[in-house]
């Protein structure tokens, strides 16, 4: 039997991959600026500064997709909800 995953679930899961994963990198940023001196605070903190906004436009992509109605398109409660929390980091209002 070939069980395929539907929509919603793999939307969820995005969102909580999504949250954890910039959560993660905020927490080693925040790591590296406060634990370590020196040039080897910057050599780290760049390219993690770097992967973390690059997850920021993840965010904006997701919110996008909740913009259009299409990231729990059987909720719109649930979309704009979830819509309006992934897009808060960015300072962008959900319409």
Request: aromatic fraction near 14%; charged fraction near 10%.
């Amino acid at each position: 039997m070939n069980h395929q995953p539907n929509a919603s679930s793999i939307n969820s899961r995005l969102i909580i991959e999504s949250v954890a994963v910039f959560l993660l990198l905020s927490f080693v940023a925040y790591s590296i600026n406060t634990q370590l001196g020196g040039w080897v605070r910057y050599v780290l903190y760049v390219p993690v500064l770097f992967m973390q906004g690059l997850w920021l436009d993840r965010f904006y992509i997701v919110g996008h997709e909740a913009a259009h109605k299409k990231l729990f398109p059987g909720n719109l409660r649930k979309n704009d909800f979830w819509g309006s929390v992934i897009l808060l980091p960015l300072m962008v209002p959900m319409p």
